[in-house]
C-alpha cells in the first residue's frame, strides 16, 4: 500500500516526541491520547 510507509513513519515519530516530552504511552487497551473515545491499539497506535 502506499499509505503502509507513512503511517509507520507517523508512528516512529510521535513514538519520539512523546519520548522527549516524557509522557507515558497509553497501553493498547486505555483510550488513545488523540480524544477520539477509540482504544489506542484502534486508532493511533502511539
Not at 502506499?2 to 483510550?31: C, T
Request: charged share 35%; glycine share 10%; aromatic share 2%.
Amino acid at each position: 500500500m502506499l499509505y503502509a510507509h507513512a503511517e509507520e513513519r507517523m508512528r516512529e515519530v510521535a513514538g519520539r516526541l512523546m519520548r522527549q516530552m516524557n509522557v507515558k504511552r497509553p497501553g493498547r487497551n486505555e483510550p488513545c491520547l488523540c480524544g477520539s473515545g477509540r482504544k489506542a491499539k484502534k486508532c493511533c497506535g502511539v
